[in-house]
């Protein structure tokens, strides 16, 4: 078993550099296999683990990947063969539905083992199912386990989606650009990753416009080819080193970004007193005194993520006055405050709001990530409470940050990664 120990207290301070974005990449990968050829993917966040998974999957079913440099693979997807991908591959990664659409695309059928990931609260599919179908495709979901689809051929259509799904648009656009005529997607999601997955197909040789907007239009092509296509940087990991930056009252410089990705993230920074400096590709965020409180709602892009929630709540934990947090996507996400609170932190829920009332210090403490973002803020959490905080279970935390001891540590942080053998012995282990 592995756990972080941080010695907090400490502002951070320096300069880091932010890896390519997962959340693309997890869509961006499978598509790959749309083609039969050989697409290069650079700024690849290589050391998660849900792209590792991602790759082993692709493997599964017969691609080739090559690894060229620490952020760039090649995938050869001329031998893929199988549209089966199994319970094995799909249990640790929500994303791995996925691969249905690409599948779709691909062969015109798929079987799919339903997906793990953290667990934020019931997932369903619906959207993607009635995507699918109305794409052509015959659906049936055996013991809510598997996912089959079979179709004699993909046919593009008018689809409206009921809610704004990151993963109903990203898997109706993976099976879409290979259909016959058009599909038009409305009330479609408008992440940068849902950009990011258009203009990686648009590299492929795929017709899709509107990317970005509610409406995106996907007009299908014969064929795809390969291309050589470099992801976006991670805005949750900004957005991530940004509140840590201010919670620890820090000044740090974090590069590789696109701030109009970051908006939303640094406005309420600004609203909580910390500064917020954008340069082309960077910002600067630094906080002097105690953070002021402030009202989040997340909501779909361009709203507040609800990928930053857990750790805006630890800046907002210390901030001075009560703010209030409501969670609009997930049913299950505030699990993390219990963790919190072991730091002392004054935080009620009730549904899908939280009242957090600031205290003016957080006490490091013995806690656990409960999901990926959840264990994000326990780091930030750490970072800047006075003492030692252990986490425990930070496999979450890797399926997302890359290097995550080594950047904090770059900036001042004190946090070491230990490998348990027993509850009295420890030894450090790399990374
Ligand atoms: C969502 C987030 C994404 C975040 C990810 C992990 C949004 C819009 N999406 O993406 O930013 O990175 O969680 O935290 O913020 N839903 C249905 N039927 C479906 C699909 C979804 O009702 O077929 C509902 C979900 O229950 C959820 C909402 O729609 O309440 C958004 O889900 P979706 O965007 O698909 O989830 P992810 O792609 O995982």
Redesign the pocket.
């Known amino acids: 078993m592995e756990k972080f120990i941080i010695n907090g207290g400490t502002p951070l301070n320096g300069e880091v550099t932010i890896s390519g974005a997962k ?1 693309a990449a997890l869509a961006i990968i499978p598509a790959s296999i749309l083609c039969r050829d050989v697409c290069r993917i650079e700024n690849l966040p290589v050391s998660i683990s849900d792209v590792n998974y991602m790759m082993k999957a692709l493997r599964h079913i017969g691609a080739e990947v090559k690894f060229i440099n620490e952020s760039t693979i090649e995938v050869d997807s001329r031998h893929v063969s199988s549209y089966v991908i199994s319970h094995d591959m799909t249990r640790y990664l ?2 791995s539905y996925y691969f249905i659409g690409a599948l779709l695309g691909r062969f015109g059928r798929a079987r799919v083992a339903m997906p793990g ?2 667990y ?11 995507g699918f179908e109305l794409l052509g495709a015959k659906i049936s979901v055996e013991d809510n386990a598997i996912v089959e689809a079979n179709s004699g051929g993909l046919f593009g259509a008018p689809i409206y989606l ?9 898997n109706i656009m993976l099976a879409a650009c290979r259909a016959e005529g058009q599909t038009i997607i409305e009330n479609a ?1 408008k ?1 940068p990753h849902i950009v990011d997955l258009a203009n990686f197909l648009n590299s492929m040789g795929a017709d899709i416009r509107g990317a970005g907007t509610d409406t995106i239009k996907i007009r299908g092509v014969e064929n795809l080819h390969g291309c050589t296509y470099s992801i976006i940087p991670d805005q ?1 990991e900004a957005g991530t080193f940004m509140v840590a930056a201010a919670a620890t009252g820090g000044d740090v410089l974090i590069k590789n970004v696109i701030p109009k990705h970051l908006e939303s993230i640094s406005t309420k920074l600004i609203e909580c007193g910390a500064e917020v400096e954008e340069y082309d590709e960077a910002v600067k965020v630094s906080m002097k005194g105690r953070p002021g409180r402030c009202n989040i709602k ?4 361009p ?1 507040f ?3 930053m929630q857990p750790q805006f709540a630890v800046l907002l934990a210390l901030a001075e006055g009560t703010s209030i947090v409501s969670e609009s ?3 299950n ?1 505030f699990r993390y405050t219990e963790q919190l609170a072991r730091m002392g932190a004054n935080i009620t829920v009730d549904g899908q709001i939280a009242m957090i009332h600031g205290v003016e210090s957080l006490k490091g403490a013995p806690v656990r990530a409960d999901d ?2 959840a264990g994000a803020a326990m780091i930030i959490a750490g970072l800047a409470a006075s003492g030692t905080t252990e986490i425990e279970d930070i496999l979450y935390i890797d399926r997302g940050y890359e290097h995550v001891v080594e950047k904090f540590s770059n900036i001042g942080g004190d946090i070491r990664r230990v490998t348990c053998k027993d509850p009295d012995s420890e030894i450090e282990s790399a990374g």
């Open positions: 959340n929500r994303a990931g953290c934020l609260g019931p997932r369903p599919i619906d959207q993607h199912i009635k009921d809610v704004v799904s990151v993963g109903a648009t990203v999601a992440e949750i997340t909501m779909p892009h709203g993520p609800t990928d996507i997930w049913s996400r990926l973002r």
